[in-house]
């Protein structure tokens, strides 16, 4: 029975958080692995582009609450999502054209577009916070919970209670159809088989016929929708605040570096060896381990490595490590 005990908690604080966690980080490493393989620099404005996003799904979740729409158990954030990917697409269209195609014309340095993203990020990052606020929005609504604590606890009789919020079971959902959509389009249309040939030899390409400028359009499109997708999962399943994007910037940066730059396939698992790596280490395990240890050893501490404030270190010094002993990462993307 303390076995089982212990599971519930493990899966409750531990497993349930970093699986839906893994997979915002995998959405937003995504978008990160497919500007770096096909426009060859590292966007910094990706954070920011998440929150830009989530800001126009809040705004229009909003407008239909105030209407009275709303979409039953789910959170009517999910309506909103499509008409927020269609904004976050017009924005970054016009970021592409107002300021990235100037510096591809001229055949610019990765470094140098690296600069201009961090310029990008500086100014939506301003825009979202002048529009929305600094502050936490709430925007979540519909069924808090799939099951609920004291649901399982009255359905099996143990001591300890788990709780699966809707939000969790969402993320996870839609991040499976948003991976499986991207590697359908990538592998099976024509467009995306361009973007390919486009990423692995990029004058081949060019002489086969292949569109530069339309490959980086599909590129920037795709990016726009999921981007938006995982700022608007993040901030139903934690909370929206603008700034928060900007610190998510280094753990999906971290994600996409530790799978491999450029390999969508290690995008999605270095999303969750972040979030595991993460959730783990600054975890209290002593509600675990009172279930599993006999009483005279019993720990009297948390037994916590490292404080929930340095939630963000961990992902710096999993991507130094990866960064010193393995640069192309876990799937062999291009070298850092």
Request: glycine share 8%.
């Amino acid at each position: 029975m303390d076995f089982l005990n212990a599971i519930v908690a493990l899966s409750n604080f531990v497993i349930i958080p970093a699986v839906a966690y893994g997979s915002q980080l995998a959405l937003g490493a995504l978008g990160v692995t497919l500007i770096y393989g096909i426009l060859r620099f590292s966007n910094f404005a990706h954070g920011d582009t998440m929150a830009f996003g989530a800001m126009i799904a809040v705004l229009v979740t909003w407008w239909f609450q105030s209407m009275g729409v709303s979409f039953g158990p789910l959170p009517t954030a999910l309506l909103a999502l499509p008409i927020a990917i269609l904004g976050t697409m017009a924005l970054v269209l016009f970021t592409d054209r107002v300021v990235y195609r100037f510096y591809r014309e001229q055949k610019a340095k990765p470094v140098i577009l690296v600069i201009v993203s961090m310029g990008v990020m500086f100014i939506m990052n301003g825009l979202v916070r002048f529009i929305i606020g600094p502050n936490d929005q709430k925007f979540a609504d519909g069924e808090r919970f799939i099951i609920s604590v004291r649901e399982f606890k009255a359905m099996t009789g143990l001591r300890e209670g788990l709780a699966i919020k809707t939000t969790q079971g969402i993320t996870v959902v839609v991040a499976v159809i948003c991976v499986a959509l991207l590697f359908w389009f990538l592998n099976r249309t024509r467009t995306g088989k361009s973007m390919r040939a486009y990423s692995d030899n990029e004058d081949l390409a060019l002489l086969s016929g292949i569109n530069p400028e339309r490959v980086v359009m599909y590129t920037w499109l795709i990016v726009a929708a999921l981007a938006t997708t995982a700022g608007v999962l993040y901030g139903l399943d934690k909370t929206f605040k603008p700034f928060v994007y900007f610190q998510l910037l280094l753990p999906i940066f971290a994600s996409a570096i530790v799978g491999g730059l450029g390999s969508p396939l290690g995008a999605i698992a270095g999303g969750f060896v972040i979030a595991f790596s993460e959730v783990t280490i600054t975890y209290a395990w002593k509600k675990v381990l009172v279930y599993l240890m006999p009483e005279s050893l019993e720990p009297s501490g948390l037994v916590q490595l490292l404080s929930t404030d340095y939630k963000f270190a961990v992902s710096f010094v999993i991507l130094i490590v990866v960064l010193l002993f393995k640069p192309t990462g876990l799937f062999k993307g291009k070298s850092v």
